[in-house]
């Protein structure tokens, strides 16, 4: 069933206002549109990075739900954990209520550290969504580059410099990685519309099995944008390809979202202060060219596996 | 009925775990601690528990997930060794902290390079300030009664704190000897069910489990723990009696074998106690005032009692299995510490031995206890079984 706007923004949202996260940060967004379509009970399980952090300032919280956090690497783990005592307790009649389990981690704590822990828990089967809400790369730590981040990005550890021109290489395909999992639900989505979120989300939660969202969402900080352009960044991340918006349900790939016309990759990066520098001169025209090349090789196989063409 | 079997401290460990029955086991193979999981799965496989038996990618992921389990309010086990000990490592103190009480068979072997299969205690050393109770067996009997005595400890309300339960790798880990089993009802009715405080999945009372703590707090949460060791030197002997009552086996903190009138003792640890007792038989034979004190319980150290247990000694060894390259051997600095502050001045060596696997031969306890009746104490740490 769709979900509408009005309902969910009468519901409660899982995660309280006045968290101390940046203004027109990308991961809060993510969390509420993702939480607030579920409707059994949730436990969150957090890996450390900026959502954790921000949100649990001790002696505050601001989770309404049970959530809990140990480390980087492991919120794979650490689901798993969690989901496997919820389904000992409940065979064992110590529970009597339906809990759902996601997990939260960033870019760095799902494409780099968490890896194998998150392919270990997709592998085993457990009933869980992750999620990872990628900024392209460690925000919490200071905008340093991460398996995620953009080729050609200005970050702390690929800065931008005479000889090199930001991050060289491309990201790794963490969406198609967990796919070849083959677990029940994939999907990749972006902050492009009020509902993309929350029905992927909804539909990875109530599948049962393990099922990974990877959430395109901005760092206002790193990215260099305004706080209002959230959406729109996210819009031009979608409509430039650079992030496809797929759903892949039981092996079968489906493009969710097909922009209507071609949008040059510029659109989405010209904005951004982090690839400021490959407008400055000629020297980053064949870099600003491989990058539209990725992006088109990428949507092409894309096409492909969910059996489509683009006559945009 | 109480059984009576030819098995393996592993097998003694795997066996204690299937009449816990716990809730949540996740596991990864290591030697010298592998069999325990192994023997575990044997059982989920055949119904023999119900447990919700978890095969993780790593020792990390094991670590993780029993933390998250025993948050949840789940009755948690798992066992390892050696490098998976140390890529816990991380993991060991947020267990300390969140006082999620696991019960950890952990298989001593030591730590490389040089990468080794057999046992030391330098895996368990390294996690001696992770915050978590550490139990050292003598043997496999030993590994199995403390296997059931610590699900009761862990879980006490004034402790819930993980343990260690430390068995040697392959010496008892391989070894098989005759070890008296409880039957399964006792065991069930020992260990009663879990009750948590505050469990994660209790969704009408949410709780916040690994929040972002700075300096105006953290070092409160860290006294708690503390705190809660000392419980564990108060309500230990209780969990023990109650131990003894079902089983007829107690077991001490502290093993003092023969101390009361000792002149000479020898502090030690786990197997190669047995090796040092059977030496103070000899000499005692003789007339010579030997003793040996084992030590049981590391973490916490009962310190008072140790420099209690070594009385009127005239001259101590500690024996460790561990080094503290550039210090002072782990047991050896507890014990010199503790009889500073009981005020007393006994002589002590401290001496390393056994270090991967290197056989302790009873000579180098006779050789040992000459030299200390002898007087002959060096301040310089000494290597027994070195060649050099």
New interface residues.
């Given amino acids: 069933m769709a979900i509408r706007i009005k309902d969910y923004t009468q519901k409660e949202s899982p995660l309280t206002n006045g968290h101390r996260m940046c203004p027109g940060c990308g991961a809060p967004t993510a969390v509420h549109q993702g939480l607030m379509g579920i409707e059994s009970p949730v436990v969150v399980v957090n890996a450390t990075g900026c959502l954790e952090v921000s949100t649990t300032v001790y002696p505050f919280s601001s989770w309404r739900v049970p959530w809990i956090h140990t480390a980087f690497e492991n919120a794979g783990a650490g689901v798993s954990g969690v989901e496997a005592a919820y389904v000992a307790l409940k065979k064992r009649g110590k529970i009597d209520r339906d809990i759902k389990f996601v997990a939260f981690g960033g870019d760095g704590g799902t494409y780099d550290i968490g890896l194998q822990s998150l392919s270990g828990a997709l592998e085993r089967g457990h009933d869980f969504t992750y999620i990872c809400y990628n900024n392209g790369g460690y925000m919490n730590t200071g905008a340093q580059r991460s398996s995620a981040t953009p080729r050609g990005a200005n970050a702390t550890t690929s800065p931008a410099g005479s000889v090199l021109p930001g991050k060289l290489q491309k990201p790794k395909d963490l969406t198609a990685i967990a796919a070849a999992h083959h677990v029940p639900y994939v999907a990749q989505t972006t902050l492009f519309n009020a509902t993309d979120v929350a029905e992927k989300v909804k539909r990875a939660v109530e599948t049962p099995g393990p099922a990974f969202v990877n959430i395109l969402v901005p760092c206002v900080l790193f990215w260099g944008i305004d706080p209002s352009l959230q959406q729109d960044i996210c819009r031009l991340a979608a409509d430039t390809r650079f992030w496809p918006v797929y759903e892949v349900v039981d092996g079968a790939w489906k493009l969710t979202y097909k922009p209507k016309k071609r949008v040059p990759i510029e659109e989405f990066l010209k904005p951004q202060g982090r690839f400021r520098h490959l407008f400055r001169d000629e020297n980053s025209r064949a870099l600003l060219a491989q990058i539209q090349a990725d992006v088109d090789a990428d949507w092409q196989r894309i096409l492909e596996l969910s059996g489509e063409t683009w006559d945009a | 009925m109480s059984r009576r079997e030819i098995t393996s401290g592993n097998w003694a460990f795997a066996e204690a775990m299937r009449q816990i029955n716990p ?2 086991v ?1 596991a990864y193979p290591i030697t010298p601690s592998t069999d325990i999981p192994m023997k575990f799965a044997e059982f989920a496989a055949n119904g023999r528990v ?3 038996f ?5 020792e ?3 670590i ?11 009755r ?1 086990m798992t066992a390892s060794s050696a490098n998976g000990v140390a890529l816990m490592h ?2 060991f103190p ?1 267990a300390g902290c969140f006082r999620t009480p696991i019960v950890f068979g952990l298989v001593n072997r030591s730590i490389g390079a040089p990468i080794n299969i057999h046992c030391d205690h330098s895996d368990s050393m390294a996690e001696r300030d992770a915050g978590w109770i550490h139990l050292y067996c003598e043997d496999a009997q030993e590994a199995y009664d403390t296997a059931i005595l610590a699900v009761r400890l862990a879980e006490h309300k004034d402790v819930l704190t993980p343990v260690f339960v430390c068995q040697d790798g392959f010496i008892t880990s391989h070894g098989f000897e005759p070890v008296n089993l409880l039957d399964d009802e006792t065991v069930k009715a020992f260990v009663g069910e879990r009750d948590a405080d505050f469990p ?4 009408d009372r ?9 300096s105006e ?1 953290y070092f409160e949460i860290k006294r708690q723990q503390v705190e809660a060791m000392k419980n564990v030197l108060r309500v230990y002997d209780g969990i023990a009696k109650e131990y003894e009552a079902v089983s007829g086996r107690f077991y001490p903190k502290l093993d003092r074998y023969r101390t009361e009138d000792a002149d000479i003792v020898v502090v030690i640890m786990s197997s190669a106690s047995g090796v040092v007792k059977d030496v103070v038989d000899e000499l005692r034979d003789q007339g010579i005032k030997a003793g040996c004190l084992r030590v049981r319980m590391f973490r916490p150290f009962p310190a008072e009692e140790a420099a209690s247990a070594l009385g009127n000694a005239k001259a101590v060894a500690v024996l460790d299995r561990a080094l503290s390259i550039g210090g002072t051997a782990p047991l050896a600095a507890e014990i010199k510490s503790a009889l500073y502050d009981a005020g007393k001045t006994i002589p002590v060596q401290s001496c390393v031995y056994g270090l991967g696997g290197r056989d302790f031969f009873p000579q180098y306890a006779r050789e040992l206890f000459t030299d200390l009746a002898a007087g002959k104490i060096s301040r310089e740490e000494r290597y027994l079984g070195l060649l050099e």
């Fill in positions: 809730d949540v996740a119900d447990t919700n978890v095969t993780v990618e790593s990390h992921s094991a993780t997930a029993c933390v998250t389990a025993a948050a949840a309010g789940a948690v991380e993991i947020i994660l999945l209790d969704v949410p709780v916040t489990y690994g929040s972002f703590v700075m707090y």
